[in-house]
């Protein structure tokens, strides 16, 4: 199911239907772009779609993310293709959380379906081409190229980001109440210290 999707998401142009003994479970049928295809794909409306185009140093980012206020439990939702391959990359997952780091709640994740078209010549030519794991010679452009695109697109006003933040604080707030709450005993808070009068022998 998550290779159909992000294939689906990858390739636009190609029509994918994918049916059971029920029926039908998706359909890309109609839809030629990637914000069109993804709210389709994970149920979203437009406005929590946003649309991902930047190029630095010869590195272009293109595809859609998720607005600030849709998240998600894990990182499953981050798809990946580099120069038209399907790929898994720590290093592009982080750039990417860490562009949204201001505005989601701790342990959150982003809907983020990239396509990173890039210099061969900058990649590892030790790496099999088949497999999914992948290495950069310049690690550093990548990660700065993907996080300035996403935070690119994340263009929130102040207000909204300001409502974000507080949106976080109450959140890790909260958590913490809770985790005390269920702690085995009782958390008293310390009292004002009294003044005592000196100790005095009555023998």
């Not at 437009?46 to 630095?56: A, G, K, P």
């Not at 999914?132 to 006003?157: G, N």
Request: aromatic share 6%; proline share 7%; with cysteine.
């Amino acid at each position: 199911m998550r290779l159909i999707q992000q294939m689906a998401c990858h390739y636009p142009q190609i029509d994918f239907i994918l049916s059971d003994k029920n029926g039908e479970i998706l359909s890309t049928v109609g839809f030629q772009d990637v914000p069109s295809i993804a709210s389709t794909l994970f149920s979203l409306s437009s406005d929590q779609i946003l649309d991902v185009s930047s190029t630095f140093h010869d590195i272009k980012v293109s595809g859609a993310i998720s607005a600030p206020t849709t998240h998600f439990p894990n990182r499953q939702k981050l798809l990946i293709a580099l120069n038209g391959r399907l790929i898994k990359s720590p290093l592009i997952q982080k750039s990417i959380t860490q562009a949204y780091a201001d505005v989601l709640v701790p342990s959150r994740f982003p809907l983020a379906i990239l396509s990173i078209e890039m210099p061969p010549q900058t990649l590892d030519v030790n790496v099999h081409p088949k497999k999914e794991e992948i290495k950069f010679l310049q690690t550093d452009i990548i990660y700065q190229a993907v996080r300035r695109a996403v935070k690119s697109a994340l263009q929130v006003p102040d207000k909204v980001w300001e409502e974000m933040r507080t949106a976080i604080q109450d959140s890790a707030a909260t958590q913490v109440s809770s985790s005390i709450s269920k702690m085995p005993y009782q958390v008293i808070p310390a009292q004002p210290t009294t003044s005592m009068k000196p100790f005095t022998d009555s023998k």
